[in-house]
């Protein structure tokens, strides 16, 4: 296994302060936002580029370009700003959320903003990770459609599929895609209490013991069927971001996972 971090691990840390966690933990390969925290608002790109040359690091995706699928207003224009600094910085792709407000979106709509996004991926060497969100309201919950739209904009080579460890499980989807995953995304849910159809990002926390999202035997699965890239941390809890010791945190949930995994491997 191959762990990534995502910054909203750690929000309230600087970008090299980031990093330089990062590099204690033995990991070299982050993901970086424009929300918690909102680099691309607050960096230029040539700084986010030079700090990730100082401290080894690897930048996966830019987290996220959102609602990709309502290809309309003032998106075009973000995309195409978004996918320059990704270009800038040294970002390898653009995550791709879909609309999320309880309002559909149409297959041919999903395609015609894959066919949009396409050019302005191609022309700057970059990924487009389409992450399907399970929630309820999500205009595109399941992995299976995100495929078939990606094919029917002749979009193979330029995109792939996020798979969301939380995501898979809220939409009950059981399929697997490993050779168009591009990137896992790993969070927990350990509240016994709420149910799975009204489970949100706020009860998003590390990986451990607790959790009831099957994450170890998705990333058993995933690696099973030949899965070869990172699995990227990305919890959404409060309490992970006012932890007072968030690196600690960090740490046993990578010990935990690698643990997990190799047991269930003997």
Known sequence: ????????????????????????????????????????????PAEVRALAEEYGITILSINALYPFNA????LPARAEAMADYAASCGAKALVMCPLNDGTPVS???????????????EARGLTGLVEPLGFPVSSLRLKSVAVKAIEAADGMGTYK??????????????????????????????????????????HRVHVDGADRLENIAQIRKLIELGYQGAFSVEPFAE????????????????????????????
């Not at 297959?107 to 991926?121: G, S």
């Not at 309490?239 to 003997?266: C, F, G, N, T, W």
Request: glycine share 4%; hydrophobic share 50%.
């Open 161 to 202: 599929l996020m798979h969301d460890t939380f995501h898979h499980h809220l939409a009950s989807e059981t399929e697997f895609f490993p050779e168009i995953t591009g990137l896992v995304h790993l969070s927990g849910v350990a509240d016994p209490e709420v149910a799975v159809e009204d489970m949100l990002d706020a």
């Open 239 to 266: 309490e992970v971001h006012l932890a007072k010791d968030p690196e600690a945190q960090i740490a046993a949930s990578l010990a935990y996972m690698r643990e997990a995994v190799a047991a269930a491997d003997a």
């Open 1 to 44: 296994m191959r762990f990534a971090l995502n910054h909203i691990c750690t929000p309230k840390l600087s970008l090299a302060e980031f990093f330089a966690l990062c590099r204690r933990q033995g990991v070299t390969e982050v993901e970086i936002r424009n929300d918690i925290p909102d680099i691309l608002g607050t960096m230029a």
């Open 107 to 121: 297959f041919e709509d999903t395609v015609a903003a894959l066919q949009a996004m396409k050019p302005v991926l």
């Open 71 to 74: 290809w309309s207003g003032d």
